[in-house]
């Protein structure tokens, strides 16, 4: 494995082998496996799982890590090529992803989407320009449209948890104060496509995935034997459901209109998952959600705390994947 | 042990056994005693002497850590329960302990007092609402009423310097030009009265200690042979004095209300400890004081710079007796 | 070697054999040298290389170290002596330097200089407060006037490149939106003039380096048989120069006062180096800087993308001699 960007980059056989190296790892840790080895990570965004899961992830392979924000403590980075630089961003990408690079063993970003135009956010263009900068093992830590780490966590979750290969698993939007990135929900609906499930993507009017999303996942999907649709009918997505994973993400009918968006979303605060959404589904439905989650306004605590939440087991994956990851890509 | 959360939860001698681990420790280090261990550090305020000694006494016993600043570089926190998280905050704490405590083997946690509501600070809701989230050994950083840390470290400092068991110890209020939390008085008190030291508080007038700060820490004095009292008198409460513990804090007559807490530390300027006050105690009375310290307002220049001060061996003294509660805590 | 704060510090002979043992760690890595050491960085303004390659360099050697930023999850620190601490600033370095230096082996502080007056700047006033207030080893990582960890991967990095000892070196001030410090500058024509090349310092009317400055880069030219002269005429500097080395810094000639910085810097937005500066250089003069540099306003892409720029090996550099630098500190 040279890159972890995408979970599309591997075949299912090799994702399944990920998979079972995440759960021999689990039962046989080897805490000198990555002696010396360094991982260095980049955040433009905030993180609370994937900053501390890689950090722990490395030091639990015997290797270490350095963390850096730009703009929290190191400078302000432009990635736009071209730019004349009189403004906040006192270096560029160019100059310090090479710089970076040469300090570590692999290197993770995380860039979430602008969110305001979506062919360039499509196009991942602020992490693909900082991608091409260097040769060293690259981990996508959360891009403009992908999430491999937490797909990777997720698939392992059902797994896990025994979920049937050709369950149905639906992807439900829920209410947020404001517009938030397409990357969870595509990486999520590719992963289960991938898995072989029957995938159901649950929206209101005007919160479509983006055709190219879809369009990937269903070649996915037709790739292992699984199914795609999508529908804003609640009652038919849930019935005989097996997963109800539940994501925030911003109107795609008016991509990078706040206005616009915040005026559909004002009618939506219903999309708040309660127990009354699994009157219909398998009685043993698992709720999923990738974190943060804002309690009470797109899950509610009833849900959050019964027996259908697997958040946390979801959250602790991300830690035995990681480990995987990071031994495939850095262990001799 | 379990936890590290307060001394009130050992008994006398085990504390004294602990402080004797952590003389041993500073003679006979363990490099490898917590080898492949991680400790998660979970800053909701600003630290300096805790966050560095704590990932340098991880680091001492050759493990690891991480850590994670709400709000700089992760996301805003929510601690009360039932909330609609429709404002600022992320993530719940009922999300984030349980994904945090799944990366390590021990996590330590502060979180001052709000400052609001003395009966909620006194009842420690913030903390007590993430502690309960874990199994995991967990470590009090500092919460709204105590920092066992913080007095332990004190306590080994004293019998570092010979301090008569039943020498007179004087926490002292000093001037801030702002309400500062009871945590470390609370704490100081406690820790001398179970050294069995004869522990007087002295404060001005609306700045007295809550009765149940006061009543805790007589019963640790009536266990270990101590003595507790309170005093506005300067005098009278210096003469004969081994130890002079100054701390900041607001005041418990108007908690809460910040215009009547400046009102009334408006006059209380010469509340800034100078060598004057050094007359009528013994010859070799010292100064401590947990740090940060405000120069010049709350401790003047020429005690911190003189011989009496000890707050260095105070801040040293933070790594040793924290070593001592990791190899406890995660020592196989 | 008892610490790292200026080149000057050592003689050329000691400085050489320490570039040696840089390039001996390069080819033979030592693991193990720094196991158990830890190295305390306290950085007052940003960073990336220097932030990353420290940290990166104490694992290369199996060692450890800790971050604090005042004011970012740290306290606010006072460097002003007698301060009556009644603002923003909560501790004074009197207190944390030593407190720090109690849980490291080694320090090493970054702090830019204040820009207001250039006799204190000069004096290292900052700086000088906390190095005199430990005895651990001190690293600087840039203070007002120096940056001796650039400027020894500076060094480095032309004897990779196998540039003439008696080469010419023209440090150019480049355009920024604002005055930058002295430090870079400062040191670099120390560093090369201690070489032994020629140097010339090609600057603006009103942005000649401070005597001081120059008269301590002259000394080390007369005893390395370098030379050292400053023009403003970039065509007769750049003929034959073998290093173009840009820097952005302040106007000396009004220094501390930003109006009239700004009004001098208005009319100098053509000093952006472009290709057409090298018409009269050496064939193979390659360009320098230290980073960050802000493109097409200081430099442009051109130039930074072209084949003469060697930014990257420099900052490469920085991970190689601060591995060499830490050995020399720590190594029992």
């Known amino acids: 494995m040279k890159h972890f960007l995408d979970l599309a980059d591997f075949s299912r056989e090799e994702l399944l082998s990920l998979l079972e190296l995440a759960r021999r790892l689990e039962k046989q840790p080897e805490p000198r496996a990555l002696a010396g080895k360094i991982l260095g990570l980049l955040f433009f965004n905030p993180s609370l799982r994937t900053l501390a899961s890689f950090q722990a992830a490395m030091a639990r392979l015997g290797g270490n890590s350095f963390v850096i924000n730009p703009g929290h403590g190191s400078w ?3 990635t736009r090529r071209g730019a004349v630089m009189d403004g906040a961003a006192a270096e560029h990408v160019r ?3 090479p710089a970076l690079a040469s300090y570590c063993d692999a290197l993770g970003i995380r860039v979430f989407a602008e969110g305001r135009d979506l062919a360039s956010d499509l196009a991942e263009t602020a992490f693909n320009a900082m991608a091409e900068l260097t040769e060293k093992p690259l981990i996508n830590l959360e891009s403009a449209l ?34 938030l990135p397409l990357a969870v929900p595509a990486a999520a609906v590719h992963m289960a496509a991938l898995r072989g499930m029957e995938v159901i993507v649950l929206r209101p009017e005007g919160f479509a995935l983006p055709e190219p999303v879809m369009e990937r996942a269903r070649r996915a999907a037709a790739h292992s034997g699984g ?10 997505a849930l019935a005989g459901a097996d ?11 008016c991509y990078g209109d706040t206005a616009a968006d915040a005026k559909l979303r004002s009618t939506l605060a219903g999309w708040c998952v309660r127990n009354d959404w699994f009157a219909r589904t398998k009685a043993e439905c698992r709720v999923m959600h990738c974190l943060p989650v804002r309690r009470n306004t797109a899950i509610a605590d009833e849900v959050l705390d019964g027996a259908r939440s697997v ?22």
């Open 76 to 78: 302000v980075l432009e």
């Open 95 to 97: 100059e310090a992803i």
């Open 146 to 179: 992908n999430h491999p780490c937490q797909a990777l966590a997720d698939w392992k979750t059902m797994d896990d948890l025994a979920v049937p290969r050709a369950g149905r698993f639906v992807l439900s939007w829920a209410w947020h104060p404001r517009a």
């Open 227 to 236: 199914t795609l649709r999508e529908t804003s009918d609640r009652d038919e």
């Open 243 to 253: 997963i109800l994973y539940v994501k925030e993400w911003g109107a795609t009918a």
């Open 311 to 332: 958040v946390q087991r979801e959250a602790a994956n991300r830690l035995t994947v990681q480990t995987a990851v990071l031994h495939q890509l850095l262990k001799s």
